[in-house]
């Protein structure tokens, strides 16, 4: 009896514990990020613009630079509970950053500066 | 593990092989290192335009087993490709501009079942470079092989066509992050993530 009642304890740390990891795992997907950045009042997009994503635990992903049409596109960006925080340059100048959720394939609004 | 990687470490292994095991014939006496006379001298030729000859035959043991270990080492040696310089002049542009430079793309076709099975030869034939500032349109240029002389990639006089004006940078688009977040700079080659 006493042993059975040693191992329950131990059978309900096991199953959190794979049942943190299982989360874990689904939440480790990975997902593209994009969008378009466009200049008021013409909606002019523009181009070579450099793109960031930063997080609270990952850091700063790999710059995206906007294409002649403004777009900027980002893979493998691993869907997060937390927000990311979207930051966009002018060369080595800050002009935009905003939050954003990846849950999925994220496609960012139009971005109007 | 490719059979000429074997053949490498096999080749490795036999020259070891030949130098420890003629240490141990040394030490147990079984060769010297004592001289020979001329006619039992130990000799290699090759075809009549090289020839080595050596009155202490103990030393041919080493001197192949050396050239085992010595010709696996320099096969092995990963060939790493010589760098490439990219010289130009950006004619209306003075900051905040960038390149990014390509090697060709290559297409690879699934099979009917859905699995990925190809090979491809990664070359350097064709260079794509991408000239990118803030507000210009991209220039794109192609560098072949041959046009790169001495290490360096001329990209010539770049005049990049204008499309928007600098954006200021406003306050109300900038959202103040949490306190203690700590952000990497933006030089940071980045830790997650891809991009084309």
Known sequence: MKTIRLKIPLIIAVLLFSLTLFSNLVLAENYTVQGLIVKAPNNTPIPGLTVSLIHSALGRSVPATTDQFGRYVFYNIPARQEPYYMEIYWGKQLVYRDEIIVNGPTSIPTIIL | ?196
């Open chain 2, 1 to 196: 593990m490719s059979t000429f990687d074997i053949i490498v470490i096999l080749s490795a292994f036999c020259g070891v092989l030949m130098v420890v095991g003629g240490i141990i014939l040394l030490y147990k006496g079984i060769i010297k290192l004592s001289g020979t006379s001329q006619n039992e001298a130990l000799s290699l030729e090759f075809k009549k335009e090289f020839r080595v000859s050596t009155q202490y035959p103990a030393l041919g043991i080493f001197l192949i087993g050396l050239i085992f270990v010595v010709v696996a080492m320099i096969i092995s040696k990963p060939q790493i490709p010589s760098p490439i310089e990219f010289r130009g002049t950006l004619e209306n542009i003075k900051r905040d501009a960038s390149l990014s430079v390509e090697a060709s793309h290559w297409n690879l076709r699934a099979a009917s079942d859905g699995k990925i099975n190809g090979k491809i030869t990664p070359c350097l034939d064709i260079l794509w470079v991408e000239v990118t500032a803030p507000g210009y349109e991209p220039a794109i240029k192609s560098i072949r092989k041959d046009e790169i002389q001495n290490g360096i990639a001329n990209l010539g006089n770049l005049n990049l066509k204008q499309i928007v004006s600098k954006v200021e940078s406003l306050e109300k688009n900038i959202k103040k992050l949490p306190t203690g977040y700590n952000v990497p700079p933006l030089t940071d080659s980045g830790s997650f993530g891809g991009v084309k």
